[in-house]
């Protein structure tokens, strides 16, 4: 029969103030006590839980003050007796099996629990009392590395709130994981550091490397800040009194933070996380890394991703920003960047509720002077063509799209002005055939099935769909492309004003418009259609009902 709180909290008064050491062997008592039912569910009645709380607040009491006592603490003098080790060893070993049952709590309980949380922290004030009671004497660096390991194979085996959450969310977050993120890793430099130098360590250990390597969401959650442990980062804590001055240590912090990374990325990642840790890449990881470029592999592989599944969507790109950043700012030697950033271009792309980032990041991507004429000439072909197929929302920000990158690279506007096909009044009869003969027999030279942009012959070409946006049965779309039949007085168009529009803007912003002069209706009856009169002024009032301009 479980014990009652009352008889707890009678063993617990004993112990803390009786020194006989007799009253010991009632911590064995209260240590198995501490037992996971074999029906977790059980854990969900309120006094089952509140219990296993009692006890465990009960048992870091009377270990606390065996700590003060110096019961788990062997004294620094030689001359120790027989007795005294033994006993030390002994309440060691019971500390021990305490420890593990909190492990076991956390690890095990597979829904939501604040007892869940009340272990984690529970097992985290012990760690700090381990560093100032179990350091090579008084005042001496320590930091619990090998108690603080137990508990990172802990959180890592633990499903806690993972069911319930993906659920509700549809996301898998651990609740253990989060509150350990958020509570302790986050502001403590010293936790940082050592979590990566056991993780590390772990990974290289054959009996835990799976267990990590298929929890990388856990490690997402625990990553995906900005508050890493740095000399410069003068805001983090140390959770320890005394750690070891190796925390101050940046450059293997980093090491290790690197080689974890790189070896969870060569993991199973599914499509979410793929997209979470390009999203995140070049802020929160790329700055911590000894060498960046070991990155290229990673990002080669996400944005082969559209080959083998379809469902890949803005991963290329984003994969395709990382390789960027890597090529501006360390100087990555990616020969074939533009070409595959050309092939991601397509009909499926004016649909998609992530074209807009994407025009962002072309936009940053095509912004160098230094780029080739071909080249650019290529990517505005490209998108050109694709406005004859696309929604409105999408045309209006092809335009200034790509009247911005006619303005950084004037040798483009031979798309919209050849000299070769314009009239002259000057011009003999010949030249007049000539130009008559070259118009009728204009082929457009751009290939498009070509994948490299260097080779399309898009500069031989003409940008003609422009031409024939003016004519769009849209006045936003009509309108705006009229620019290109103006002299190009506008520096640029700032691209954040046309790249969230949608079909819903559009109407939204067409049916408010002001109109400065209301339109004018005429209307034209045809009485000799009707066969007598009476018939055709009926059909002329049902016409004229049914006539919406």
């Not at 501006?328 to 992530?354: G, T, W």
């Not at 990517?379 to 303005?407: D, G």
Request: net charge negative; proline share 5%.
């Amino acid at each position: 029969m479980p014990l009652l709180i009352s008889d707890i909290k009678d063993i617990a008064k004993k112990l803390t103030t009786a020194t006989d050491r007799k009253q010991y062997n009632s911590i064995i008592k209260l240590v198995n006590e501490l037992v996971i039912p074999e029906d977790v569910s059980q854990l969900e009645d309120e006094e089952t839980e509140r219990n296993l709380r009692f006890l465990i607040m009960s048992l870091f009491q009377i270990f606390k003050k065996l700590f003060s006592r110096g019961d788990l603490t062997l004294p620094s003098s030689k001359k120790v007796t027989v007795e005294k080790e033994q006993f030390v060893k002994w309440c060691r070993k019971v500390y021990e099996a305490f420890k593990s049952k909190l492990l076991s709590i956390i690890s095990d309980i597979p829904f939501e629990t604040s007892l869940g949380l009340d272990s984690l922290d529970v097992y985290l004030q012990l760690m700090d009392l381990e560093s100032t009671h179990f350091a090579s004497k008084k005042d001496a660096p320590f930091f619990p590395n090998k108690t603080f390991r137990k508990l990172i194979i802990a959180l890592w085996s633990s499903n806690m709130g993972e069911l319930e959450n993906s659920k509700s969310s549809g996301a898998s977050e651990n609740v253990i994981i989060i509150e350990f993120t958020e509570k302790y890793y986050k502001k403590f430099a010293d936790i940082q550091y050592y979590f990566q130098s056991e993780f590390n360590q772990l990974l290289e250990d054959p009996a835990y490397q799976e267990l990590l390597l298929k929890n990388v969401g856990k490690w997402l959650i625990l990553a995906n800040h900005d508050e890493h442990c740095s000399s410069a980062n003068a805001d983090l804590e140390v959770f320890v009194p005394n750690p070891p001055q190796a925390i101050e240590n940046d450059s293997k912090y980093k090491s290790n933070f690197e080689k974890n990374w790189l070896s969870l990325l060569n993991g199973q990642l599914s499509l979410q996380q793929y997209k979470t840790i390009l999203l995140i890449l070049h802020k929160r990881i790329i700055p911590h890394f000894h060498t960046p470029t070991k990155l290229m592999d990673f990002l080669t592989d996400s944005y082969n991703l559209q080959s083998s599944n379809t469902n890949a969507g803005v991963i290329p790109i984003l994969a395709l920003n990382g390789l960027f950043e890597l090529m501006r700012r360390f100087n990555l030697e990616y020969p074939h960047f533009y070409k595959k950033l050309y092939q991601i271009i397509n009909s499926d792309l004016m649909h998609v509720k992530y074209r807009a980032r994407f025009f962002r990041l072309m936009d940053i991507f095509l912004s160098s002077t230094h780029l080739s004429a071909h080249l650019v000439a290529s990517f505005m072909k490209r998108l050109a063509r694709l406005t004859l197929e696309s929604p409105p929302s999408a045309i209006v920000s092809v335009i200034p799209f790509i009247y911005n990158l006619i303005r950084k690279h004037p040798n483009c506007m031979i798309m919209l002005h050849n000299p070769a096909f314009i009239s002259d009044p000057f011009q003999t009869p010949e030249q007049v055939a000539h130009l008559k003969n070259l118009k009728d027999s204009y082929v457009d030279p751009f290939n498009v099935n070509e994948s490299d942009p260097e080779l399309t012959h898009a500069l031989d070409s003409s940008l003609w769909e422009l031409a024939s946006l003016m004519e769009h049965y849209h006045p936003n779309v009509a309108t705006l492309a009229k620019v290109f039949a103006q002299p190009f007085k506008k520096l640029s168009y700032n691209m954040e004003d046309f790249l969230d529009w949608s079909y819903d803007s559009l109407l939204s912003a067409e049916s408010s418009r002001r109109l400065k002069t209301l339109p004018t209706l005429e209307f034209e009856v045809f009485g000799s259609v009707f066969e007598n009169e009476e018939e055709s002024s009926s059909q002329d009032n049902s016409y004229l009902a049914g006539v919406a301009w």
